[in-house]
């Protein structure tokens, strides 16, 4: 006997062993059950997802000689020969090579007439979209009221190309894409009736490649027993699929975390060789961000079986969330533009050093660039903050009771402090809150600023946030930004802004008096100088 394909011999024969479309199920089993059925069904969805399989099934259910029933038989002739695709009042038609008008109106003339064997004439129709404006106007009076023994079962995978008048007569089911788990329980499911060894993790790679088709899966999964030589295993699978070995994007993260430019650089070399997909390879690191954002946020939801726990774990430890946030989107980005590369491994190798370019970085080697780099401050060592949240303390004794060390810190930086918020990238309200702060401590981590109580309305939230992460851009490093409110000990940058500007206005106006012409015209014409109107020249 010939070999049968997988996709074939494991094809449901009835809703029960069906995976995946619960709700339609549901549905059409209640229909059935209440013998409340409609002339005409509509199934969409992607390619492998079951729709001719459920219209096969939903015939069975309509002409099982036990009566019609949500459980077929599977027994009776009828639902033999359904299965076997030789009954006679079923008929499947391929619209995509039945696309014309005297094609439909041949089939359905004969809707007319009483079926052969069973109690209805079941016309599925795959792939409907693919029909002529011509024909689906021909079928359209049929469709709407056909006989009491005909029953249309629609099949497609574009139902915007479908006529709302087709629309309008059916009752439509939209099938959802596989998930993965459930395809690769169902794929596990078969290999054990067929006796066959395999690697779960193999089957998880198929499951991702088959992209929520459940025929796909199969088909890949006749793939890898033959590549298998029987056996289903992970490491052959990853050779057929061309997919990336986990260890490579844990190298890529750990290397990142080691600050090693030429681990990664080896991890790249290495994909190259192999003749991997570079656009795989980032969907895979993606993949495995997101698994680690996920053991940082909830560690309960990691699943105990996962034997990538440990080091899931490990690395979410490692790494803080908020550079996992920033690589999650510099691997997408870098995916999109491998084809504005000059060749997809300069774009794999281009966003692995931008990952490595954003790295978080160790307090040694920040200390090491903020002394090689001039900064309006000077900074001491501290920890750097996991974490930093911008917090706002009201007025209380504590501010007083600051460090002396700060205290002078602060007030020989005060200058400086002006020249800081002048490069800052601020605007509004947060620009606004820097400029009449006084800075009362600057440290590694941590920044503490004083604000007048008179000005408290300036620290409306997002200006502190704000506040915070521009600093935090402009000394390279993550700081926490806290502000104390009390008089300051000296001057602001609004207060020095506003001093100088009324030195100006005070030099504009006495140049303006001492002009030898202002003057002569003061004398012979009677005239007064309106103070308001003079502006000084920046």
């Known amino acids: 006997m010939s070999y049968q394909v997988l996709a074939r011999k494991w094809r449901p024969r009835n809703f029960s062993t069906l995976v ?55 027994k009776c002739s009828a639902c033999q020969e359904i299965d076997a695709g030789r009954f006679v009042d079923l008929l499947e038609v391929d619209a995509a090579t039945n696309t014309r008008v005297d094609e439909m109106r041949q089939l359905l003339e004969n809707a007319i007439y009483a079926p052969t064997r069973g109690r209805f004439k079941v016309y599925v129709i795959d792939e409907v979209h693919m029909l002529s404006t011509s024909a689906f106007n021909a079928m359209l009076k049929t469709l709407e009221e056909p006989p009491e023994h005909v029953k249309f079962i629609l099949a497609t995978t574009d139902p915007q190309k479908i006529p709302v008048t087709v629309l309008s ?11 993965a788990p459930a395809i690769s329980g169902h794929l596990a499911n078969i290999l054990q009736a067929e006796d066959i060894p395999f690697d779960q993790g193999a089957l998880a790679l198929i499951a991702r ?72 390879a980032l969907q895979e690191l993606a993949a495995l961000l997101t698994r680690i954002q996920v053991a940082q946020c909830v560690p309960e939801a990691v699943d105990d079986e996962d034997p990538d726990r440990e080091r899931i774990t490990l690395l979410a430890r490692m790494l803080s969330p908020e550079f996992v946030q920033l690589a999650y989107q510099i691997v997408n980005l870098g995916r999109a533009e491998l084809g504005l590369a000059p060749d997809e ?44 949240v911008a917090a706002v303390t009201p007025p209380a004794a504590a501010a007083e009771r600051a460090a002396p ?33 006084e800075l009362r401590a600057l440290e590694e981590g941590r920044c503490l600023l004083r604000l007048p109580s008179t000005k408290g309305h300036l620290q409306i939230k997002p200006s502190p946030e704000r506040l915070q992460q521009a600093l935090s851009e402009y000394f390279g490093r993550p700081l926490v930004l806290k502000i104390e409110l009390g008089d300051p000990s000296s001057e602001t940058p609004a207060e020095q802004a506003g001093r100088q500007r009324q030195a100006r206005q005070a030099d504009a106006e006495a140049a303006i008096e001492q002009d030898m012409f202002v003057q002569e015209a003061i004398s012979s014409l009677d005239a007064s100088i309106v103070k308001s109107s003079i502006k000084p020249i920046d």
């Open 20 to 74: 995946g479309q619960e709700h339609v199920v549901r549905a059409l089993t209640h229909a059935l059950s209440e013998q409340r059925l409609h002339h005409a069904y509509l199934f969409t969805g992607t390619r492998g997802v079951g729709k001719t399989t459920i219209a096969r099934i939903l015939a069975k259910s309509l002409n099982c000689e036990t009566g019609i029933t949500a459980t077929p038989c599977g």
């Open 169 to 179: 007569r059916c009752l439509q089911f939209n099938l959802k894409q596989m998930p």
């Open 209 to 280: 490649s088959a992209g929520g088709s459940m025929r796909d899966s199969l088909s890949l999964l006749d793939q890898a027993i033959a590549h298998g030589a029987g056996r289903v295993d992970e490491s052959q699978v990853r050779v057929m699929l061309g997919s990336v070995d986990q260890d490579h994007l844990f190298s890529i993260l750990e290397a990142l975390h080691e600050g090693n430019a030429s681990a990664l650089l080896q991890v790249a070399s290495t994909l190259a060789v192999r003749s991997l997909s570079f656009a795989s």
């Open 345 to 388: 491994h300069a774009g794999f190798l281009m966003t692995l050093l931008r990952l490595h370019a954003f790295r978080p970085r160790g307090v040694p080697e920040m200390l090491d660039t903020v002394r090689a780099t001039p900064r309006p401050t000077a900074v001491s060592a501290a920890p750097v903050p996991k974490a930093p």
């Open 405 to 437: 060390a700060a205290k002078s810190f602060a007030e020989d930086a005060g200058d400086d402090w002006n020249a800081t918020v002048a490069r800052l990238a601020l605007s509004g309200l947060a620009k606004e809150l820097a400029l009449n702060c």
